[in-house]
């Protein structure tokens, strides 16, 4: 079945510098790929997606980027705020059920 | 609009007991899917709903079952419960399976 490995497993960054989180998937029949913000005590909340028609996606300050053919795909978060800090879990679709990542968990330096 | 409501937040049980946790989506949504969410292992599927059906089924064992009502609150169960079982469970509600996934809170279960 679908796996997704994720990596790194913590980030730190300094405010203001960039942070990028990648994520690969095993099956090629994968079609979409989103991504999800999860501060302490909430649900994860869905910040942005791609699907496997598209090889780049940007919404101001953050961007995913797919490359089906080495079947990975990477979030990139800009000019980083504390705002930012949480952690950040890819998924990837597979006959509409999501496989998940084991999440990121971003710490933003002031 | 409300969001999805998990009930109750937490909850602490002993090992061999059950326990049921209730979700409700947000209005209009016909798709509720559970999750449980352990330190370091992400998110796992467990099955989703659909108009009172069950659509899709993660790798758990059948102690853990769910239910849909016609209004679309959701139920998950948990019978002889083990120490594993401790965990965030996780609802989320779409319009529809290729639709974004909204999700409430959790609960927290505890197994003593």
């Known amino acids: 079945g679908e796996n997704v490995e994720q990596h790194p497993s913590t980030l730190s960054v300094q405010e203001g510098d960039s942070a990028v989180i990648k994520c690969t998937y095993s099956?090629?029949?994968?079609?979409?790929f989103p991504w999800y913000k999860q501060e302490l005590g909430k649900g994860p909340q869905l910040i942005i997606d791609?699907?496997?028609n598209v090889g780049e996606k940007k919404d101001q300050r953050i961007a995913v980027t797919l490359n089906k053919t080495a079947k990975h795909f990477s979030l990139h978060i800009t000019e980083t705020q504390p705002e930012d800090s949480a952690v950040y879990f890819c998924?990837?679709?597979?006959?509409?059920?999501?496989?998940w990542g084991a999440g990121t968990k971003l710490i933003i330096k002031p | 609009k409300a969001g999805v409501t998990q009930t109750p937040r937490y909850l602490i049980k002993t090992r061999g007991q059950q326990v049921t946790l209730s979700c409700s989506p947000i209005?209009?949504?016909?798709?509720v899917s559970w999750y449980q969410q352990t330190p370091g292992q992400g998110l796992q599927f467990l099955f989703e709903?659909?108009?009172?059906?069950?659509?899709n089924k993660g790798n758990f064992p059948g102690r853990f079952s769910g239910r849909q009502f016609s209004n679309s609150r959701s139920e998950m169960n948990v019978s002889t419960l083990e120490l594993g079982d401790s965990a965030l469970y996780l609802c989320?509600?779409?319009?529809?399976?290729?639709?974004?996934?909204?999700f409430g809170p959790g609960t927290r279960l505890t197994v003593l």
């Open positions: 099956d090629s029949a994968s079609n979409y």
């Open positions: 998924a990837a679709s597979i006959d509409y059920q999501l496989i």
């Open positions: 989320a509600s779409s319009l529809d399976r290729y639709n974004e996934q909204f």
């Open positions: 709903y659909f108009s009172e059906t069950q659509r």
């Open positions: 791609i699907r496997s």
């Open positions: 209005s209009g949504h016909r798709s």
